[in-house]
């Protein structure tokens, strides 16, 4: 069973910085892509970030500048560096990852076949 998992929320003042951490099992992730959502209360879930098999990124353009993701593949992890945390980006965090090797995480979270149960991130002004 695949299971992704989350850690590193918690509660920083604007301007701090925060690491999540997805740690997968069950299988192999090293040739799919993974992401981070985001979702704050009373709004859509939205996309912030995710890396595919080749290591290359791509991100939302609230994230740019500010936010980077990477991943381990000896470890099955991915991480998301959070730097410059502003109030706005107060929200639960979900891990997702692409089941199709060489796929893509689609940045409206469609089809999505992997995600995690989330990590609350707190940003106070």
């Known amino acids: 069973q695949v299971q992704l998992v989350e850690s590193g929320g918690g509660l920083v003042q604007a301007g701090g910085s925060l690491r999540l951490s997805c740690a997968a099992s069950?299988?192999?992730?090293?040739?799919?892509?993974m992401g981070w959502f985001r979702q704050a209360p009373g709004k859509e879930r939205e996309f912030v970030a995710a890396?595919?098999?080749?290591?290359?990124?791509y991100y939302a353009g609230s994230a740019k500048g500010r936010f980077t993701i990477s991943r381990d593949n000896a470890k099955n992890t991915a991480y998301l560096q959070m730097n410059s945390l502003k109030p706005e980006d107060t929200a639960v965090y979900y891990c997702?990852?692409?089941?199709?090797?060489?796929?893509?995480?689609?940045?409206?979270?469609?089809?999505?076949?992997?995600w995690g149960q989330g990590t609350q991130v707190t940003v106070s002004s």
């Open positions: 997702a990852a692409d089941a199709q090797d060489m796929g893509v995480i689609p940045t409206n979270g469609n089809n999505v076949d992997y």
């Open positions: 069950g299988r192999a992730f090293s040739r799919n892509s």
């Open positions: 890396i595919i098999w080749t290591g290359g990124t």
